[in-house]
C-alpha cells in the first residue's frame, strides 16, 4: 500500500515536471541538419536520431531571443509540432525570399526558420506564428550520448543575406560570404569554420565540401570568435 | 518523536494533494473568471468592472477536448491572444477549417485555412476577435468552456450556439 502510493507520487511528479518545467524530445527529419540529426534521419532508425531536452520555464516569463530554438504547434495542423529556430521577433523586419518586399513582425509573433534551408517546411511557407504556440525552448541533446551537444544560441541573421562563391582553382575552393558565416564540414567532428565578413577561407578537400554546403548565418556578438582563431 | 512523524506524514499528504490538483488544473479542468462584456449576455451579463469583481463570472474549462482536439462551431473557448500571448481570451468559435465566412462590412468571403477557426464575442459591438486579427491556429486554444460556476445564480451549463447569418454557403 505504501509503496502504491510512493509509485503513484513519484509518478505524478515526474507528469508535472514534463508539462510544465523539462522533457525530452524526439526530433525527427533534417530540417535542423546539422544541429540535430546530423548523420541523417530515417523513419525506422529512431534509435539513431537525435533526443532533445525542451524547458518549458521559458513559457512562464515568455522571454524568448534571437538564435532560440523552439519546440512549436503547427498553425496549419495543431496535432503536429516542429522544431525550428526564431530568427526574427515582433518589430523586426524581415526581407521576403524571392522578391524585393519586406515586412514587419506583428505584435506577439515570431519568424521560425529551420538550419537546413534547403529542407524545411517553415516560416517561409507559414508566415510568422503566434508565440502562444510555442511550447517549450531546446537546451541540450541528450541523445545520443557520444554527441552531447549545447545548442547554439547565437543570434541569427536571415539567410537571405548570404551569398557565397565558389570558385574552382585546381584543388581549392574559396568560399566567402557577405555576412559571417559558420560552414560545416560534415562527420565525424562536426566541425565549423567560421568565416568573418569580407574573409574568405580556403579548402582543399573537394569531398569534404561537396558534403556539407549548410550555411549557418550567423553574427558574432562574441569578439573572441573571428576567422582567425579557426584553421582547417 | 511522534509530533514529527505527525507533521511529516500532513506534509506529505499535502503536497500530494496540491500536487493532483495541479495535475488536474493543467490537463483536465480549471475554474477561470471572464473579464469584460465581449461575451454578454452569456457571462457577466451583470456588467464588469475592468478591476474584477466578485460578481463576475467564473467558468468551468475543460481540457480533455484538446487531446483529441475535436470542436465544433458553437463551443465556446479560452484561447492565447495572437497579438499578445500573455493574455488569454474567452471567445466562441463560429467557424472551423474549411468553411466560408462572410466579411463584416464588404461583400467579400474568406476560407477558414487548415487547422484554423474563426472565434467572435457574443456581444458583437463589444468585442475584439477575429474580426480583427483573422483566424486564429487552433493551437492556440488551451480548453473549452462549458459551466459557470459562479456566482451561484447564474450556475449552469454553456450551451453550444451556433451562430446564424456568418457562415457563407
Not at chain 2, 41 to 68: A, I, Q, R
Amino acid at each position: 500500500m505504501e509503496f502504491c502510493y510512493e509509485v503513484f507520487t513519484f509518478g505524478l511528479i515526474g507528469l508535472t515536471i514534463s508539462d510544465r518545467y523539462a522533457s525530452v524530445v524526439h526530433v525527427q527529419g533534417l530540417s535542423m541538419f546539422p544541429s540535430f540529426n546530423p548523420y541523417g534521419s530515417t523513419s525506422m532508425a529512431s534509435f539513431t536520431d537525435d533526443y532533445v531536452l525542451v524547458e518549458k520555464w521559458c513559457l512562464e516569463k515568455y522571454k524568448f531571443s534571437h538564435g532560440d530554438i523552439v519546440v512549436f504547434c503547427s498553425p496549419s495542423d495543431h496535432k503536429k509540432k516542429y522544431i525550428k529556430r526564431i530568427t526574427a521577433l515582433a518589430g523586426d523586419w524581415i526581407s521576403t525570399p524571392y522578391s524585393y518586399d519586406s515586412f514587419k513582425i506583428p505584435d506577439g509573433h515570431c519568424w521560425v526558420v529551420g538550419d537546413n534551408s534547403a529542407s524545411s517546411v517553415d516560416s517561409r511557407s507559414f508566415g510568422p506564428i503566434p508565440l502562444g504556440l510555442i511550447r517549450g525552448k531546446v537546451t541540450h541533446t541528450v541523445w545520443p550520448p557520444q554527441s552531447r551537444r549545447q545548442c547554439f544560441h547565437f543570434p541569427v541573421d536571415i539567410c537571405q543575406g548570404c551569398n557565397f562563391d565558389l570558385i574552382n582553382d585546381s584543388c581549392l575552393y574559396y568560399v566567402s560570404c557577405r555576412t559571417t558565416a559558420a560552414v560545416h564540414l560534415g562527420k565525424p567532428k562536426n566541425l565549423f569554420i567560421y568565416v568573418a565578413v569580407g574573409h574568405s577561407i580556403q579548402i582543399s578537400d573537394e569531398t569534404q565540401l561537396r558534403k556539407s554546403l549548410i550555411l549557418f548565418v550567423l553574427k558574432f556578438g562574441n569578439p573572441h570568435l573571428n576567422a582567425s582563431h579557426w584553421h582547417l | 518523536m511522534g509530533t514529527r512523524s505527525f507533521l511529516w506524514n500532513f506534509a506529505k499528504k499535502y503536497f500530494t494533494f496540491g500536487l493532483i490538483g495541479l495535475t488536474i488544473s493543467d490537463r483536465y479542468a480549471s475554474i477561470v473568471p471572464v473579464r469584460g462584456l465581449s461575451m454578454a449576455p452569456t457571462f457577466n451579463s451583470h456588467g464588469s468592472t475592468s478591476m474584477g469583481s466578485l460578481t463576475d463570472n467564473y467558468v468551468l474549462v475543460e481540457k480533455w477536448c484538446l487531446e483529441k482536439y475535436k470542436f465544433s462551431p458553437g463551443d465556446v473557448v479560452v484561447f492565447c491572444s495572437p497579438s499578445d500571448h500573455r493574455k488569454s481570451i474567452v471567445k466562441r468559435i463560429t467557424a472551423l477549417p474549411g468553411d466560408w465566412i462572410n466579411m463584416p462590412y464588404s461583400s467579400d468571403a474568406l476560407k477558414i485555412p487548415e487547422g484554423h477557426c474563426w472565434v467572435e464575442g457574443d456581444n458583437s459591438a463589444s468585442s475584439v476577435d477575429s474580426r480583427s486579427f483573422g483566424p486564429i491556429p487552433l493551437g492556440l486554444v488551451r480548453g473549452r468552456v462549458t459551466h459557470i460556476v459562479w456566482p451561484p445564480q447564474a450556475f449552469g451549463k454553456v450551451e453550444r450556439k451556433t451562430p446564424q447569418g456568418r457562415l457563407s454557403l
